[in-house]
């Protein structure tokens, strides 16, 4: 049981990538979004950075994450969910963006000059701060900084008991916006903290998120029982329950015991998704978990792409939203608008190696060779490990006629499924027949069950129109998720207009996509 659930899950990585989630999907690539200590980040060439003009905003604020001392071991976990208050906080404010914590975070423990730091991430100001938390009394240092010259515009010193903890982050958050010369925020009928005020129910909520960063299965389950917590103190806490059904849909994808156990999570992700919708259907991260449930769990594509577009109309600048409609518009088809989702994407997390991977594949099925390979190798650049942004750099390589490159690149594919479905396609473009068959019946041979539309994809590049529609209807009947993708994978996509091809896209909900 356990290597069938492994082997699903390595299956599952694509999908979790695109979907490029910091906390409850997007943890199939690990490290890949985990600072570094002390060290620079690396900046690739041509990234996408402030050009959030076009939306009216003229102050971009990366709250970098705040160290925290004291005994207490959720002591770092409670500093970044205030890192992470503030994120959401500060983007509500008119003329304001905020940028991604995958992104922001990055800079822990960094002695990066604040210049440097604003210029990499396109940040306009920085929110730097120290929580110190002991005996029920919380000791905060806060400061906002001007990122172009490092020069202090704002600071303050506060001490509270934690029963204050809610009032004290209103008040940070109303300072700030007085330092920025910004409006009021127009507020939601919640936000991330629990309607009764309960600081308890809040600390699970932020346990929980602590926890749905680690990439196993005793922390996934862990961070359920945390956001669970969380609700059995607050059962109006809409935050909590969008999270949970998050957390949910993120231990069938990755972590399933068995297929009880699947479904049982699967109904208790509905009902928490429901609940965060009827308690606070204007917050967006209610409107993510509901979407993430459909696409996920229902299969109702279109009802997913209403439901990210509606989370988008809360929060018009959140990368993480962004990314998600990428991956729903590629389903669409819609590639041109998932191309300019990333791209939106990347200009409040502009150090998201998951997010550059998206665009550089979506590069790859547009055929525009050269662009794939740039923004490939800027994702491997930050996260050398990403799995299969190698495989797919191979792919742009060889298609360029660099097919000896191209299978040195395939073999430094971390995971061996995608490293076999990478080096099957390289070695028959570089004409080793054999060494391409060998490859694709250890596809066969492993993976006929969770990789039916990757071995598709390779007889796809032979030309084999009947093993390919073969393999595309084992996919059907098997239930994998990247047929969602088979608009834009190499090769299968050619196939757009055969009756076969179409009869597959609609039977997903993905002939049409709903109008905006």
Wanted: hydrophobic share 45%; net charge negative; charged share 20%.
């Amino acid at each position: 049981m356990q290597a069938e659930v492994s082997k699903a899950r390595q299956t599952r990585v694509h999908r979790n990538l695109l979907l490029a989630l910091p906390v409850a999907l997007l943890l199939a690539c690990g490290a890949c979004s985990r600072a570094p200590s002390a060290t620079p980040v690396a900046t690739p060439t041509a990234r996408v950075t402030a050009a959030v003009a076009d939306q009216e905003i003229s102050r971009v604020v990366a709250v970098l994450p705040m160290p925290a001392t004291g005994n207490d071991p959720d002591a770092q976990a409670f500093a970044d969910g205030m890192a992470d208050h503030f994120t959401r906080a500060l983007a509500l404010l008119p003329g304001v963006a905020t940028i991604s914590r995958e992104s922001a975070f990055r800079y822990r423990n960094s002695s990066e000059l604040n210049s440097v730091i604003g210029e990499t991430l396109g940040a306009t100001h920085l929110l730097r701060g120290r929580v110190q938390r002991q005996a029920g009394v919380l000791r905060l240092d806060v400061e906002l900084i001007l990122a172009d010259d490092g020069s202090s515009l704002w600071s303050q010193h506060y001490q509270r008991v934690d029963g204050e903890l809610f009032g004290l982050q209103d008040e940070i958050v109303a300072a700030l916006a007085k330092a920025m010369n910004t409006g009021d925020a127009a507020k939601p009928t919640q936000d991330d903290r629990p309607p009764n005020g309960n600081t308890e129910a809040y600390a699970a909520v932020l346990r929980g998120d602590a926890l749905a960063t680690q990439a196993d299965i005793f922390s996934a389950r862990q961070a359920v029982d945390a956001y669970q917590r969380a609700v059995d103190l607050d059962p109006n806490y809409a935050y909590a329950h969008a999270r949970l059904a998050q957390a949910r849909v993120r231990q069938i994808t990755q972590f399933p015991l068995d297929e009880t156990d699947a479904g049982n999570q699967a109904e208790m992700a509905r009902r928490d998704a429901a609940a965060a919708l009827r308690l606070a259907d204007d917050l967006a991260e209610a409107q993510l978990a509901n979407a993430v449930w459909l696409a996920t769990v229902a299969h109702d594509q279109a009802g997913a792409l209403d439901a990210t577009r509606r989370a988008l109309a809360r929060q018009p600048q959140n990368a993480q939203l962004l990314s998600m409609l990428a991956l729903r518009q590629i389903g669409f088809g819609q590639l041109d608008q998932a191309v300019d989702s990333l791209r939106g994407a990347l200009k409040t997390n502009p150090l998201s190696a998951p997010t550059l991977y998206s665009l550089g594949s979506v590069y790859l099925s547009q055929a525009d060779y050269p662009q794939a390979e740039h923004t490939l190798k800027e994702a491997l650049e930050l996260a050398p490990g990403l799995p299969l942004a190698q495989a797919f750099l191979a792919m742009a390589v060889f298609q360029q006629n660099r097919t000896s490159e191209a299978i040195t690149i395939a073999k430094r594919e971390p995971v061996p499924l995608w490293r076999s479905y990478a080096l099957a396609m390289a070695y028959w473009a570089n004409g080793d027949r054999s060494q391409s068959d060998e490859e694709l019946q250890v596809l066969i041979r492993q993976h006929a069950k969770d990789a039916a539309t990757q071995i598709a994809g390779v007889y796809a590049q032979r030309d084999d129109e009947a093993q390919m529609f073969h393999w595309l209807e084992a996919a059907r009947q098997s239930g994998d998720p990247g047929l969602a993708e088979i608009r834009y994978m190499p090769y299968i996509s050619r196939y757009a207009n055969d009756p076969r091809f179409v009869a597959l896209v609609k039977v997903q909900g993905l002939a049409t996509a709903p109008s905006k």
